[in-house]
């Protein structure tokens, strides 16, 4: 756990062995600020604690020195930063962040980036989901037993009475995008995706994040039938013949199938693994990465296990049962750098012709390509907000309007107040990013 003190009047110190004692009692999140004392000085100005959980490999680099730690973050948050203020958005370098060592690092930057990711405006979110998305709905029944059995998805230590309340929320984003589109259908473990964008983006950029991946990356899962998400299945033992021959025969031996790894797919690693952090480490590189990478992960953690699986006997139950499990100690970064080069080693093309998967219709694979080119042209926050500004002050002028007959002059007067407000906006929104580029840094 890695402490950074960020300062009211400006100044960010970096102190590693700060002796701020937090009770082990006591639940402290990743971004979270506290104000814990004051400066003698300036009494009202207060010292925020910023508990930042950072992966171990970032903290055990170069021997774990605190200067190298500094300056390999600081150098991502820069680049994170320059990326997300140019415009257009440079969404491959936002890519190239998130599937690198560390990931986003914060859920503070994965509320700026994953919405990018996925061509989201986060100045045009819908509405909070209501409770009217429950009536007469043909799924409000599962989802709520799914959603009131997912317990061990909230943070350890969260009041029951927080929980119930996101829990409830769930149900209702959850429905909300299935109403807005028919044609998805419910699956259990769904709600394992929903709650970790929840849980991260809140109800409104959870619920946009949730609807483009439920119509993108995750269409297949949303069939009225299993057809899709077995031929997505069938991807796995392509890929580890190509890696492992031997791995690969002893497991047709074993007639074990790919079912074990259902589970992993339709939620993303969520259902499976316990920890929160390493389920949004592995939330970053899906999201910046192919919709059938999952697939690939997959592969790379059996093959990891290839010793267990070969010293197992050699039937379904046995393998089966070996494999399900999946261990909590797994050495994310270099499985994740492993997946990566299998994904270039072996296209996903060639792999369909392998498996005689070129006549099935993958619409999450199919849509994938255009999908990420609408990614590149998308607009920097700064300006979609100056964008929501102008609009509203649009809106308000029309409102002003006289009817007609009336003078054209209050008409001409009205406009110009709208253009003198969206260039002083402008002005500021400019000077800002001048004069403030440390300051924006430590947002994250």
Partial sequence: MRVLVTCGWGQSLDMP????????GDLWTAGERRVVASKPSAPFCHVCVRVCS???????????????????RKQKLLLIHQALTSDPVAVETLRGAAVSEGGLLTDEIRRKVWPKLLSVNVYNLPPKPGR??????????????????????????????????????LIDLILHILRAHPELHYYQGYHDIAVTLLLVAGERMG????EKLSTHHLRDFMDPTMDSTKHILNYLMPILQRESLRLHDFMLRAEVGTIFALSWLITWYGHVLTSFPHILRLYDFFLASHPLMPVYFAAVIVVHREE????????????????????????????ISRALRLFQRHPHAELAKQAALQHHKSISIGSFTAFQLATSHQRP????????QQDSAHAEA???????????????????????????????TQTALEWAPEFLLQLF
Wanted: charged fraction near 20%; aromatic fraction near 2%; charge should be positive.
């Fill in 308 to 335: 267990e699986v070969l010293a197992c006997d050699c039937d379904m139950p046995s393998v089966h049962q070996l494999l399900s499990q999946i261990p909590q100690n797994l050495p994310y970064e270099s499985l």
């Fill in 54 to 72: 950072l992966p171990l490999s970032l903290e055990r680099s170069a021997g774990g020195a605190p200067e190298l730690l500094g300056s390999k």
């Fill in 207 to 210: 619920s946009a994040l949730l």
């Fill in 17 to 24: 062995a700060l002796n701020v004692l937090v009770s082990s």
């Fill in 398 to 428: 029309t409102a002003l309007l006289p009817t007609a007959g009336h003078s054209p002059l209050v008409k001409a007067a009205v406009w110009g107040i709208s253009a003198t407000l969206g260039a002083a906006a402008l002005a500021v």
């Fill in 132 to 169: 009217a998305v429950r009536q007469n709905h043909k799924d409000y029944t599962q989802v709520q037993l799914d959603v009131n059995r997912s317990t061990r998805r909230f943070p350890q230590g969260m009041r029951a009475e927080q929980r119930q309340v996101l829990q409830e929320q």
């Fill in 381 to 388: 926050d700064a300006v979609l907000r100056r964008q929501r």
